[in-house]
């Protein structure tokens, strides 16, 4: 906004929000007033050639908080907060080992506070970056691959999950590379004992894997119902009617990306990664289940 478009009706806003600001308790603030906006300064709003205006604005650097709540709050984090909160890394051992990423003499290096942070934290997340499953020529991981859904690409893995379709429980987990179909994965996640199988579009066609891996059970995913000549409204309302059981296996990757923080991978190769999985979709199981499970303690009890 420049300063001749500044309107009456937002000067008088500004006013009542001053006026306002003066009838609190007074704050020990020491400020400074400048006729003429010097260049480089920066302002909130700035009100130096407005024919409304008879206060003028100050600078965001003219105002220095030595008192009051605000004072002592900054005080405190640079007399005991941050200096604690060194103090207790020093003694974790997170210094050192940062130290050593770095490739120094820990004696050589200063323990000062302000050099540590503005010196060497660069580095240091460069090192973290590197153990955290980067290697050296800044090649991507050969065992995991990229693949486009809708208009974003995505680089990793992709997980594969059975549901009981009756108390949401996980049964089977899976992992591969992003560019590999589900449809490929359907036999890893059958256990045999299904009566019925449910999935979407991305299972159909896979009646003879279903007939191997789950003999009880016919298949019920969802079937393609268009295509670019033609569409079938009754086959939209099949799936539709199967979708209402196939749900619940959404709510289980709810759980995973929100509830547990799965929402990237962690570590270099497939393996590694289907381990923290297995961990996460266990964890995901007792969520689940917490109410039966808090309720058995009482049953045993009465």
Partial sequence: MSATSVSRRRF??????????????SLPVVAETKRKAAKGKAYLMDLTRSKHAKLRTLPLDAVTVTGGFWGNRIAINRTACIPAVYQQEVENGRVLNFQRMHGKDPASLSTDVHSLRHERTPKFTNGLKARAGRNKSGERDPEMHQVRKGKQWYFGIKAHVGVDAGTKLIHSVAATAANVADSRMLGELLHGEETDVWGDQAYQ????????HAPKAPGRTNRRWRTKLKSYPEVREENR????TRWRVEHVFALVKLKFGFIKVRYRGVARNLNRLATTCALVNLVTARKHL????????A
């Fill in 12 to 25: 008088l806003a500004t006013v009542a929000s001053t006026a306002a600001v003066a009838c609190l308790p």
């Fill in 205 to 212: 066609g896979q009646t003879e894997i279903i007939r191997q």
């Fill in 241 to 244: 009617v199967k979708s209402k």
């Fill in 294 to 301: 808090l309720a058995v303690p009482a049953q045993s009890c």
